[in-house]
């Protein structure tokens, strides 16, 4: 019984493992399409539009953007972004920072990102 627990164990840890560096993998790979400096807005298809790119500091509105999507913050020197309700940046949620690829949003209510240092 003992022996089957642990084989059982053992794989599941194994499996975890495996996911956890297929997911790792994907970030990586996400945030690898987005050029050093930029925030991303990338597609479900993994693709990132060219003007969905974007380097300097403040709002950013968007047009015809709806749906899930990823952000990705490749922003140097602990460098930030918000995603605003409202165009110019205004009815924002709290600062995120970090590199790395920001868990899915429905853009659809949001019209424009700040990019903050």
């Known amino acids: 019984m003992r022996g089957q627990l642990r084989s059982i164990l053992t794989t599941g840890t194994a499996a975890t493992a495996l996911a956890g560096s297929m997911l790792l993998g994907a970030g990586t790979a996400h945030a690898a399409s ?11 298809d993994g693709s990132i539009q060219s003007r969905n790119i974007w380097y300097s500091y403040g709002a950013h509105n968007l ?10 913050n490749h922003q140097t020197g602990g460098a930030g972004f918000q995603i605003c309700k409202g165009y110019n940046g205004t009815d924002c949620y709290p600062v995120l920072r970090g590199v790395g690829a920001y868990a899915p949003y429905d853009f659809t209510p949001i019209n424009s990102i700040v990019l903050v240092r």
Request: charged fraction near 10%; hydrophobic fraction near 40%.
């Open 34 to 44: 987005c050029p050093s400096g930029a925030v991303c807005l990338q597609e479900p």
């Open 63 to 72: 047009s015809n953007v709806f749906g899930t999507k990823v952000l990705i």
